[in-house]
């Protein structure tokens, strides 16, 4: 049976078999996920709407459904808070555009609309659910008329965005591995003119993926590495902040955990090229 389903899958158009596993991840992570996001919602908003409790996009307006992986994070405000600094340094910037490949349901596509209100956001993702998730968090967050929507974003694209567009250009990048396609200045040179925010991952074939993509840009870019710190640090941060819902660390803890793979880490890369520095 598992070979006859297989075969059919393999039979599928691209559009339809995308579909189809994006299907199958949401039923997965609803699975996994959804007891602890019914009794964080309850505990956290008691009876209000969801949104984002705490971090640079505090206040945003949230969704309250099944995304890639636990959507209490978001809530809580803790969702890869080790970037809290980068995102500081983002929002002191200002950009004309922000690029955002691999956006899931918009976090920082909305979140990012919402604090740059001169930025132009162009938010990609791959997956069709995750694009109807996006659209829905700007329409809550009231950045939809800034925010486009695309599938599979194309070195094209960012050629088309940066003629259409004067002035600095951020890219966030979170593509599970694909990084090491996109990221490449020679396929287009317009990336050694952007700010690039990238969450790296272990690539096959490529030994110390990380150092391998800071060689890329070594020579354009300003590079830093952050490193996963995990949700233990942030819990004992921002307990005393949760203590009147009656929390306490060990569940924030809990709620914050984001279960990322070992070796998850960003590169923070600072053009020396780009037009506004």
């Known amino acids: 049976m598992k070979d006859l389903f297989k075969n059919i899958l393999e039979k599928l158009p691209p559009s339809v078999l995308l579909r189809v596993r994006s ?20 505990r956290l908003f008691q009876g209000g709407a969801p949104r984002v409790m705490t971090g640079p996009f505090s206040g945003m307006p949230y969704l309250d459904e099944t995304v890639w992986g636990s959507i209490v994070p978001k809530w809580l405000g803790s969702y890869e808070w080790e970037l809290g600094g980068v995102i500081s340094e983002i929002l002191d910037q200002g950009y ?5 490949v ?32 996006t659209r829905r968090l700007a329409a809550l967050a009231g950045v939809s008329e800034r925010v486009s929507m695309g599938s599979f974003c194309q070195h094209s694209d960012l050629v088309t965005i940066r003629r259409d567009f004067a002035g600095s250009m951020l890219v966030v ?13 020679v396929q287009c040179r317009y990336l050694e003119e952007c700010d690039i925010l990238v969450e790296i991952h272990e690539v096959y074939g490529i030994r110390d993926f990380g150092a391998s993509m800071s060689d890329r840009f070594a020579a354009t870019h300003e590079i830093h590495s952050i490193a996963l710190a995990g949700s233990a640090e942030w819990a004992a941060r921002n307990a005393v902040r949760f203590s009147g819902l009656g929390l306490d660390q060990a569940w924030l803890e809990s709620m914050a955990r984001e ?11 600072k053009s020396r090229r780009s037009g506004k520095r």
Do not use: K
């Open 23 to 42: 299907w199958n991840n949401r039923r997965f992570f609803r699975r996994r996920f959804h007891g602890a996001q019914v009794e964080a919602r309850a």
């Open 96 to 100: 004309a555009t922000v690029v955002d």
């Open 259 to 269: 279960f990322r793979a070992r070796g998850n880490a960003w590169l923070w890369m």
């Open 173 to 185: 990048c979170d593509i599970e591995g694909s990084e090491w396609e996109f990221l490449d200045p």
């Open 102 to 133: 691999g956006c899931a349901e918009g976090y920082y596509a909305a979140g990012l609309a919402r604090r740059l209100v001169d930025s132009r956001i162009f938010a990609f993702d791959a997956d069709p659910f995750s694009r109807g998730q």
